[in-house]
C-alpha cells in the first residue's frame, strides 16, 4: 500500500514538472493560484529551461494596447436645502384697515405692484391742508419780496416769511409720505404666497401681508468636507437632484462659498445655484448635490491588461519586443479603463490579448491593436 502510494506521488510530481516545463502557460496559472513559491518556483525565470522566452513554435501571438493618460475623479455628495433667490415677507409699517388687495394668491407680481392699501382717508385730508398751507405761504413770500424793494419790509419780517414757506414745504412732504405709508408695494418682481389678509381686516405693523419670491432661480446651501476646501471655487458646475423628484437631474453651478470652515463638523458651508426657468422648483426642497474634483494625472491602461498574482496586480508591457512584467496599483476602476500608478508612460504598449501563454522576457509577435480601443490620449499629442 505504502509502495503504490508512493509511486502515485512520484507520477503526479513528474506529471506537474512535464507541465510546468513545457506548457507555456502553467506559470501564469501557478501564479495566479499563488503556489509558485510553495513548490519552489521564481515567477520571474523563464519556462521551459534556458531558452531565450520564446514559447515552442516562435514568438507568442498578441494583440496590443497603448497606456493613456487619465484623472482621477473625486466624488463629493451632500443634501441641501433650497431657496428662491429673493423672498420677503411683506408688513405694513403702520396700523389701519385694509381697503384693497391688489394681488391674488400664487400669481406673478410685478415690480411696484400694490399688495394692499389700507384706509387712508386722514392722510388724504391732512395732504389738502398741507397744500393749502404750502399756497398760503408762497403767496405772503411773494408779497414781502415785492415790499422789500419799497423799504417798507423789516429784516426780521423777510425772514419770518422765508420760515413760513420752508415750514410749509415740509409739512407737505410729511403729508405725503405719511399717505405712501398706507399703501404696500412689491418690492421685487416674483411670485405672491397664500394670501392669509381679506377687505375689511385691521392689521399692525407685525401682521404678514404677503410673501413674495423671486424663484426664477433656486440656491442650495450644502456642506463639503474640509479637504475639498483648495478644489472648490465659484462657477464650478454641480449637478442636483431633487429628493422629491428621484428622475430629475439638474446641472448648476457653485454660487458662493462661506469665508471659514466650521470647527465643529470640519465642513465649509457652500451655496450651489439653479435655473428655475421652467418653474418646477420651489423654496425649501431638499436636493442631493454632487460636485466632481479632477485629480492627479494617472496612466490609463485597458482593464484587460490587468492581471492578478500573489504578489499583487500587474501588466505585460512590451519592452524591445519582449514581455516586461510590471507590477501596478490600482488607483480608480472606470468601465473602459484602470488608473494605475506603475512604471508606465503615456503611449507605452501593453499586452491586452494573448496574455495566458506570457512569460518574463518572452519574445512577442503583435498581431494589432485590440479591437475597439479607443483610450484618451494627452492633448497635442498628434500620436
Avoid at 389738502?128 to 415785492?146: F, S, Y
Avoid at 458651508?269 to 436636493?287: A, H, I, P
Amino acid at each position: 500500500m505504502v509502495r503504490q502510494i508512493g509511486f502515485s506521488v512520484l507520477l503526479l510530481a513528474g506529471t506537474l514538472a512535464l507541465w510546468i516545463a513545457f506548457v507555456p502557460g502553467a506559470r501564469p496559472v501557478l501564479d495566479r493560484l499563488g503556489v509558485s513559491a510553495l513548490i519552489g518556483l521564481d515567477p520571474a525565470a523563464p519556462a521551459g529551461g534556458a531558452g531565450s522566452g520564446a514559447r515552442p513554435g516562435g514568438p507568442a501571438a498578441v494583440t496590443v494596447s497603448e497606456v493613456g493618460e487619465g484623472r482621477i475623479q473625486d466624488r463629493v455628495a451632500a443634501i441641501g436645502d433650497g431657496r428662491a433667490l429673493r423672498a420677503v415677507t411683506v408688513r405694513s409699517k403702520v396700523a389701519g384697515e385694509v381697503v384693497e388687495i391688489g394681488i391674488r394668491d400664487g400669481e406673478r407680481v410685478a415690480a411696484g405692484a400694490l399688495i394692499v392699501r389700507l384706509d387712508d382717508e386722514a392722510e388724504r385730508i391732512a395732504l389738502d391742508r398741507a397744500r393749502l398751507v404750502l399756497e398760503d405761504a408762497r403767496d405772503e413770500a411773494d408779497r414781502v419780496t415785492r415790499l422789500e424793494t419799497t423799504g417798507a419790509v423789516t429784516e426780521v419780517r423777510r425772514r419770518e416769511a422765508d420760515l413760513a414757506l420752508r415750514t410749509a414745504e415740509l409739512e407737505l412732504r410729511q403729508a405725503e409720505f405719511d399717505l405712501s405709508e398706507r399703501t404696500v408695494r412689491a418690492p421685487f418682481a416674483g411670485w405672491a404666497g397664500v394670501l392669509d389678509i381679506a377687505v375689511g381686516d385691521r392689521v399692525s405693523s407685525q401682521d404678514a401681508l404677503a410673501t413674495i419670491a423671486d424663484r426664477s432661480r433656486i440656491l442650495i446651501d450644502f456642506h463639503v468636507p474640509e479637504r475639498v476646501v483648495g478644489q472648490i471655487r465659484e462657477g464650478l458646475p454641480l449637478t442636483a437632484r431633487p429628493l422629491g423628484m428621484p428622475d430629475l437631474t439638474l446641472k448648476g453651478r457653485v454660487h458662493a462659498i462661506d469665508n471659514a470652515v466650521d470647527a465643529a463638523s470640519r465642513t465649509l458651508r457652500v451655496q450651489g445655484e439653479l435655473d428655475n426657468s421652467d418653474d418646477l422648483l420651489r423654496g425649501g426642497m431638499s436636493f442631493e448635490v454632487t460636485l466632481n474634483f479632477e485629480g492627479e494625472p494617472l496612466p490609463m491602461v485597458d482593464p484587460l491588461a490587468v492581471q492578478w498574482s500573489s504578489a499583487g496586480a500587474y501588466v505585460w508591457a512590451v519592452r524591445d519586443g519582449r514581455a516586461a512584467r510590471v507590477p501596478v496599483a490600482i488607483r480608480q476602476r472606470n468601465a473602459d479603463s484602470v488608473l494605475v500608478e506603475a512604471d508606465l508612460a503615456v503611449g507605452d504598449q501593453v499586452v491586452a490579448e494573448g496574455l495566458q501563454t506570457l512569460r518574463e522576457g518572452a519574445e512577442l509577435r503583435i498581431v494589432g491593436p485590440q479591437a475597439g480601443l479607443g483610450l484618451p490620449r494627452p492633448p497635442g499629442d498628434a500620436g
